[in-house]
């Protein structure tokens, strides 16, 4: 599987410490690696569909003190999606009032029909873009219909209804950024975790220091706004568990990439 990473704080804050700790795990998510840092509306991006701890750029970038508010990383492990640029994580994209949403996803969606229609639309051909350009016409939607923007707690009931419905069958570990409001979710025992720190809280699919990294809570859609929590979702009780059955279907898309 993909792993993520990913820091909310409300001052900037040197995490080059905690990438390299991240990146050095991508031994065994050879497909890929991104980073983005976040400031608003406005995403740095950086990417390559190769593994990290061989890229000579990623070595150069972490050389230089990354300070930041907020930031997201991933290794990917690729299930659906070929080995290329456009399948790496993180993705982004506008809404129509210009807010910026960027998503790192571990993960794979099994069944969920309203993504369907993302296929011939997105540049790649992941599941987890798709996740992104749904969750952003859902929001443009319901603005649309309130004739406004919505403010972050309307944001984030939408969100929450979204999960409860896509979590059913499907294996969702997130981070999104909204500009605004980081969302994290997880349906898979133990692979997320948060550390609070005094300089804001930070999540990783696994601990990657000494410090007090603990679980996130399961089946909830959380909200954090510059590293505080601000808002628990629904427990919709979808745990993700493997089956054979999925196990062979992921099998069979990998033997093909």
């Given at each position: 599987m993909c792993e993520v990473f990913g820091i909310s704080s409300k001052n900037r804050f040197t995490i080059n410490d905690y990438l390299k700790k991240f990146y050095e795990r991508s031994n065994k998510h050879p497909h890929g690696w991104g980073l983005a840092c976040l400031d608003g509306t406005e995403a740095l991006i950086e990417k390559e569909p190769m593994q990290a701890s061989k890229s000579y750029y990623l070595k150069e970038r972490l050389s230089s003190d990354i300070s930041v508010k907020h930031a997201m990383a991933h290794i990917r492990y690729a299930t659906i999606g070929n080995v290329e640029y456009i399948n790496c994580h993180p993705y982004t994209k506008k809404d129509r009032n210009g807010r910026r949403w960027t998503l790192v996803h571990n993960g794979t969606i099994f069944d969920y029909a309203p993504l369907d229609k993302y296929v011939g639309i997105q540049t790649g051909s992941t599941d987890s873009e798709r996740i992104l350009l749904y969750l952003v016409d859902q929001i443009d939607q319901a603005e649309r219909q309130a004739e406004r923007r919505l403010d972050a707690k309307e944001r984030f009931q939408?969100?929450?209804?979204?999960?409860?419905?896509?979590?059913?069958?499907?294996?969702?570990?997130?981070?999104?950024?909204d500009g605004e409001c980081m969302?994290?979710?997880?349906?898979?025992?133990?692979?997320?975790?948060?550390?609070?720190?005094?300089?804001?809280?930070?999540?990783?699919?696994?601990?990657?220091?000494?410090?007090?990294?603990?679980?996130?809570?399961?089946?909830?859609?959380?909200?954090?706004?510059?590293g505080r929590r601000i808002y628990t979702?629904?427990?919709?009780?979808?745990?993700?568990?493997?089956?054979?059955?999925?196990?062979?279907f992921l099998y069979q898309i990998f033997s093909n990439l």
């Open positions: 939408i969100l929450d209804s979204i999960f409860v419905a896509m979590s059913a069958g499907n294996k969702l570990n997130m981070i999104i950024y969302y994290v979710h997880t349906n898979y025992k133990k692979s997320l975790h948060f550390l609070e720190k005094e300089e804001g809280t930070m999540f990783a699919t696994a601990p990657l220091t000494r410090e007090g990294w603990i679980p996130l809570p399961m089946n909830t859609l959380l909200a954090y706004q510059d979702g629904t427990n919709h009780g979808n745990e993700y568990i493997d089956s054979e059955e999925n196990m062979k």
